[in-house]
């Protein structure tokens, strides 16, 4: 998940979701750790302290592999994307080494659901998939 | 004579007498009957298979021949409930009638592709010489060919396919099945399975998640729209068919030494 300056994070539980979010625990904690350091457009410092050397983030549209990479591609997405703003955490789960979540998220065109899986390895990402329906479908 | 082969990815043994041709091993004693007798002389290529690859005509083989190759039929083409970007072209540019000769012509325009990516008209025609329909609806087969490379040129990717899409198509098969261990199997012993529903890890409690109707017919996954590659990790988006309807979900897995370590899924 990309953001931009002026994100915001709800975590506003789905109802039909049976899934209880709880805030405080270590995996949310990393999450709006994650989240502040995209804000701050610290793709150096969200890299080298979330993501280990041979990390992978996987889409539909773009493979990445290895702190350099995944550096330069932060930058590049989050300078394509206008800006990004989460509005609501819809579903959320996590285990000892996982999480994921989807959220419902606004940008440049339009409003839109995301998905985000993450596996970590010594409390840092190994693997991140990500996802979205394309924004044509949700434009309003 | 005792012979080993593999068929659509999986391992077999059989005695087979001397003559027995290779289209009726693979159809009376291995029940695959997609493969079509139809002169039995060689001539109307109904019974092309993938032999190590390359399309052959199975009654012009014995089943002996087959000993140590690996053989795809029709039934292996894609995986069970999905079809590949040929099939689909075939049935989008209405390229059956009466469907006899489709498996060989089916089998045949995959190997044609992979020598071949991009044929003209005249190499399609050329190519299907072997390949006889009776009721003549050849013209529509040509453009089924060339629809297909315009859907393969959409999802990046066509037959032959990487060792990772084999695994991928094999356990989409598995699970349109009901072969619950074999499900396991594909799984690493400590495994983590991640969905919205609770995270699963190891092999008992992923036994479980599946043992609780998300697997076999009533569950099934019946296209993969998109498939993804890179490194030991695959991502996909797949129709699903379950008792309320069409669901579209969204898988990531790690596959580390042939097994998977991590999986997440989502429904979109």
């Known amino acids: 998940m990309i953001v931009a300056p002026g994100t915001s994070v709800a975590l506003t539980p789905d109802p039909n979701s049976k899934i209880k979010i709880v805030i405080t625990t270590p995996m949310q904690h990393f999450y709006e750790e994650h989240v502040t350091l995209l804000d701050a457009r610290d793709f150096e410092g969200l890299v080298r302290t979330h993501y280990q050397p041979d990390a992978q983030v996987m889409s539909n549209d773009y493979q990445v592999r290895g702190h350099d990479e995944l550096i330069r591609h932060f930058a590049k997405y989050t300078g394509l994307m206008a800006y990004l703003q989460v509005i609501s955490t819809d579903k959320w789960v996590e285990g000892d080494s996982t999480f994921a979540f989807e959220a419902t998220a606004r940008t440049q065109w339009g409003v839109g659901r995301v998905h985000d899986a993450f596996w970590l390895r010594d409390g840092l990402i190994v693997r991140h998939f990500t996802g979205a329906i394309p924004a044509t479908r949700f434009l309003r | ?268």
């Open chain 2, 1 to 268: 004579m005792r012979i080993s082969f593999t068929v659509n990815q999986q391992p077999h043994t059989v005695e087979v007498e001397p003559r027995v041709l290779l289209v009726d091993l693979l159809r009376d004693h291995i029940n695959l009957t997609g493969t079509k007798v139809g002169c039995d002389s060689g001539q109307c290529g109904s019974c092309v298979i993938l032999k190590d690859g390359i399309s052959v005509k199975s009654c012009a083989l014995l089943g002996v021949q087959a000993d140590g190759a690996a053989i795809t039929t029709i039934e292996g083409i894609s995986p069970a409930g999905t079809m590949n970007p040929l099939q689909v072209a075939f049935q989008a540019a209405h390229a059956v009638q009466c469907g006899f000769c489709t498996p060989g012509m089916i089998i045949s325009l995959t190997d044609l592709l992979v020598t071949i990516p991009h044929p003209t008209e005249h190499q399609i025609r050329a190519w299907l010489a072997g390949n006889l329909c009776r009721c003549t609806g050849y013209e529509n087969v040509v453009r089924a060919v060339n629809a297909a490379q315009q859907i393969a040129a959409s999802e990046a990717h066509f037959l032959p396919m990487s060792a990772m899409r084999h695994f991928y198509d094999s356990y989409v098969g598995v699970l349109n099945g009901s072969d619950l261990t074999a499900l396991v199997e594909r799984y690493s012993p400590d495994a983590v399975l991640t969905t919205f529903e609770g995270i699963v890890t190891g092999h008992e409690a992923i036994r479980s998640y599946f043992e609780d109707g998300r697997m076999g017919a009533e569950n099934a996954i019946i296209a993969t729209e998109k498939f993804i590659e890179f490194g030991d990790s695959i991502y996909t988006e797949s129709s699903v068919r379950t008792a309320h309807g069409l669901a579209h979900t969204y898988h990531a897995f790690v596959v580390q030494d042939g097994l998977i370590t991590h999986q997440f899924a989502g429904v979109k």
